[in-house]
Structures are given as C-alpha cells and as structure tokens.
C-alpha cells in the first residue's frame, strides 16, 4: 500500500465515521461536529493528492484547503449560532423535536 | 508510511469514533478536540506545515471551543441522552440502517482506493513550500478567492451574532410589565428590526 493509499484510507473511514455520527445522532451540535469530521476527511483528501501528485510545486489543493478551512469555520459559528437560537425558542436541542417544517 | 504515520492515524480515528459515540457532549468535544490535534499531526507529516498550524488554529483552538461554549450554553452537558437499550424500535432501526448505509460508503470507497492502478504508484519528491510562497500565490493568483473569502467571513459573523442575538433582544423586553401588557392588548410582539435593536442596546442609536 503506497502512502497517498494508505491516506486515501484514512480520510475515507474519516468521513463515514462522521457520516455515521451526522446521521444517527439526535443532537444537534453532535450532528454538527459530524460534519466538521466530514469536512476535515475532505481537506486530508486535498492534502494527500497535493503531496503525492504530479505537481506538488504549484500549492492548488494546499490552497484549496487553506479557503476550504476558511469556509468550514465560517459553517460551524452559523450553525451553532443557530442551534442556540433554536434552544432559546423551543428550549430542546434535539433534532427530532423541531419539525414545524415537516409536511 | 512510516511507523509514526500510522500510529498518528490510529489515535485519529480512536479520537473520532469517540467524539461521536460518547454520551457525555462535553467528552465528545474533548475528544474532537483530539481528532483535530491528530489531523493536523498528519498534515505535518505530508510536509504541509503550514496548513498543520493552520488546523491546530482554527479547529482545537476556534472549533473546538465553539463547540464547548454551546454544549454549555445548551446545557446539554447535563442532561444524558437515552441509551441505545431504552428506545424505542424504530429508533434501533432508524440507527442500524444509519450504519449500514455507512459501511456501504465505506466499503465502495475502500474498494476503490485499493483497486487503484494510478494511486497505488510512488509519490513525488517532498516539495519545499515556505511560508512566503504561500503569501505570494495567495496575493498573485488567488486574490480574488482570497478577498470573497474575508467577505464570507465577515457575513458569517455578522449573520451569527444576529442570530443568537435576537431571541434575547425580544425576551427581555417581554420580561418587563409594560412591554408586556402592551403586547398583551395589541396581540402582536412589538416587531423591531433586530439589527437596530443592537445598535440601541449597544448605545450606538
């Protein structure tokens, strides 16, 4: 198994853990932490094909990364902002009890 | 892949596999806190140092305490989740098929990874990236991404703070008398622009 393979794997158990927390989990904030886990398997993807590519000397996914870690954070203080917002109205942070969406 | 890459790698994972199924959220934040820390310990690793710190920055020092602050601003700290064993039926289920549509994932990606002719080749010489080349193909041929991202941000903060802002704006005025018969008689909670509300209350207007 070369490196970029064994990274490959790594980031892809990575994100099915995170999957698997977004989805089960009732939490809000836990669904939340899943899809940062999600997100963070994604940038190890950009890193690894980086370094084991072709052309390492051009920074494309070193950059890709740096914006995409940019955006993540930007996602997690709105997400969480929201999750304490619905706490303030409804008094639960549990994601099957806000359904006033649902049809 | 040396001894140390590996080892990083597990801790990673044994951190992640916490994070998520920990019952105590404050547990589950520390051991998020954790995964960070092993990422950015594989990122230094892959020679990408600088996205290393970066990660150790943002996620264990921005993340991670984010997520700290609003488990206990939630008070979800205290109170312990129903166990796997007390729910119900279709919540067991519900669980199961959430892994098993995981595994799937993990199991067509795994496939594809180690079925590879082209990844299964031997990387590149390890490039030597300074900090000031960063800096430059940041402000050459990125600063156009470069500047919409200082945008988000700014609208990311700005839409947070409005959001966690305005409940309290409006139960607080609800909390005294007067405002409360008012709304009372008219029936209708006094409607204030939340984004005036803070300027008032922050004594700007």
Redesign the interface.
């Known amino acids: 198994?070369?490196?970029?393979?064994?990274?490959?794997?790594?980031s892809?158990?990575?994100?099915?853990?995170?999957?698997?927390?977004a989805?089960?989990?009732?939490?809000a904030?836990?669904a939340?932490?899943?899809i940062?886990?999600m997100l963070?398997a994604a940038?190890?993807n950009l890193?690894?094909f980086?370094?084991?590519?072709?052309h390492?000397?051009l920074?494309t996914g070193?950059?890709f990364?740096?914006?995409s870690?940019?955006?993540?954070?930007?996602?997690?203080?709105?997400g969480?902002?929201?999750?304490?917002?619905i706490?303030?109205?409804k008094k639960t942070?549990n994601l099957d009890e806000v359904k006033e969406l649902k049809g | 892949?040396t001894l140390c890459?590996?080892i990083t790698?597990i801790v990673?994972?044994l951190a992640?596999?916490c994070?998520?199924?920990l019952r105590n959220?404050v547990h589950?934040?520390l051991t998020?806190a954790v995964?960070?820390s092993g990422?950015a310990a594989?990122?230094l690793q892959?020679?990408?140092e600088?996205?290393g710190f970066?990660?150790i920055l943002?996620?264990v020092g921005?993340?991670a305490i984010?997520?700290v602050?609003?488990?206990l601003?939630?008070r979800?700290g205290e109170t312990t989740?129903p166990s796997v064993l007390t729910s119900g039926r279709l919540d067991l289920i519900?669980?199961f098929a959430?892994?098993g549509?995981?595994?799937a994932?993990?199991t067509t990606?795994?496939w594809a990874?180690?079925s590879s002719s082209v990844?299964?080749?031997?990387?590149?010489v390890?490039?030597q990236?300074t900090v000031k080349?960063?800096g430059e193909?940041?402000m050459t041929r990125?600063v156009l991404?470069?500047e919409i991202?200082g945008l988000?941000?700014t609208?990311?903060?700005i839409?947070?703070?409005i959001?966690?802002y305005?409940?309290?704006a409006k139960?607080r005025s609800q909390v005294l008398p007067g405002a409360q018969t008012k709304t009372a008689t008219s029936n209708q909670p006094a409607v204030v622009p939340p984004a005036e509300n803070i300027l008032k209350k922050a004594g700007v207007a």
Not at chain 1, 23 to 27: E, K
Not at chain 1, 80 to 85: G, K, Q, T
Not at chain 2, 119 to 124: E, M, N, R, T
Request: charged fraction near 10%; include cysteine.
């Open positions: 198994m070369s490196p970029l393979q064994f990274c490959l794997l790594v892809a158990l990575l994100f099915a853990i995170g999957f698997a927390g989805v089960t989990r009732r939490h904030i836990l939340l932490v899943g940062e886990l963070n940038n190890l890193i690894a980086w370094r084991f590519g072709p390492p000397e920074l070193f950059i990364v740096l914006f870690m940019a955006l993540a954070a930007a996602e997690a203080a709105v969480l902002a929201l999750v304490i917002a706490y303030r109205h942070s | 892949m890459l590996v790698a990673t994972l992640a596999v994070a998520m199924s959220l589950c934040a998020l995964s960070f990422i594989i990122y892959l020679d990408a600088f996205v970066t990660e943002v996620y921005a993340v984010l997520v602050m609003a488990i601003l939630t979800s989740q519900g669980k959430g892994i549509v995981t595994a994932i993990f990606l795994g990874i180690l990844l299964a080749k031997p990387g590149a390890a490039p990236v080349d960063i193909v940041l990125y991404p470069l991202v988000v941000l609208a990311a903060m839409g947070a703070v959001i966690a305005k409940e309290e139960s």
